[in-house]
């Protein structure tokens, strides 16, 4: 059976075009990754947001069928718009669903940050402003003070996957300041894993990304270190001796 080492359950919304390819793209030999899509959410509105949060019940429920070892809720702003309990609570729902651990990117974003000791961050989306307020909200609860915002400033969620990486890249280096501990890349849409690297060579500190924070707690959340190379130091950390590993006893169902 393909997923011998781990299966991923990935939910994303219908009109992600990155994260699923990307994941793909990054899973280790014996990882597998089986996708459900989340209907709506393609313009972003306050209302459709909240829509989702619905709708990946639905999507929880066709991925369980795979009995994922992690399952990955991979929509930034949808996990993080009504605050930190709206994303404990996703998390809640679909792991009763699943039987499965959740990972959220919103908590993986706030999680990355937290770990990395980072409590200034520069933060670069293609979020409206509505949504933009609502990320440093969310981030603020968790004690981190965004220090600037660079946005693209796009309201169609479809086309936030058209953004090239030399564009993300010059976005970030723009954002930077002596201030910003680190940087964020939001948005599972955006195709930032390849610059995370060259980002954090050019301005000596750390960048992330929200699909590479997204797996780093995935894989930590199964215990694996899929070593990741070439995608920023956050997932080269999961190589490193004594890296932090959550280690489920077996699955939730089985134990219920």
């Known amino acids: 059976m393909y997923g011998w080492r781990g299966r991923i359950g990935l939910l994303v919304p219908s009109i992600n075009t990155t994260m699923e ?47 994922p070892d992690v399952v990955v809720y991979g929509c930034t702003s949808g996990s993080f718009f009504e605050g930190p309990e709206w994303n404990k609570k996703i998390c809640a729902q679909l792991t009763e669903i699943t039987g499965a651990p959740t990972v959220t990117t919103a908590g993986a974003m706030a999680q990355c940050l937290l770990a990395g000791g980072h ?11 509505l949504t933009n307020e609502r990320l440093k909200d969310f981030l603020r609860a968790h004690g981190i003070k965004v220090t600037h915002l660079g946005t693209f400033d796009m ?18 280096k723009e954002s930077d300041s002596d201030e910003a501990e ?21 301005l000596g500190k750390p960048v992330y990304s929200a699909i590479q924070a997204t797996a780093w707690e995935a894989y930590a959340t199964i215990g694996l270190d899929p070593r990741i190379e070439d995608c920023g130091s956050l997932l080269r950390k999961l190589s490193e001796p004594g890296a932090a590993k959550v280690k489920p006893e077996k699955r939730l169902k089985q134990s219920a």
């Not at 209302?47 to 795979?66: F, Q, T």
């Not at 409590?119 to 402003?129: F, I």
């Not at 990486?165 to 010059?170: A, G, K, L």
């Open 182 to 202: 680190a940087l964020f890349v939001a948005c599972t849409q955006l195709r930032a894993l390849e610059v995370l690297d060259i980002l954090e060579r050019d």
């Open 21 to 67: 390819t990307e994941f793909w793209r990054i899973a280790p030999r014996g990882v597998s990754v089986h996708s459900a899509r989340i209907s709506g959410g393609r313009h972003g509105t306050p209302e459709e947001l909240r829509s989702m949060e619905g709708a990946s019940k639905a999507a929880a429920r066709d991925v369980a069928m795979v009995e």
């Open 155 to 172: 309201l169609d969620m479809f086309d936030h996957a058209k953004i090239l990486p030399e564009e993300i890249y010059r976005k970030v």
């Open 119 to 129: 409590k200034k961050v520069a933060v670069v989306t293609p979020y409206v402003e």
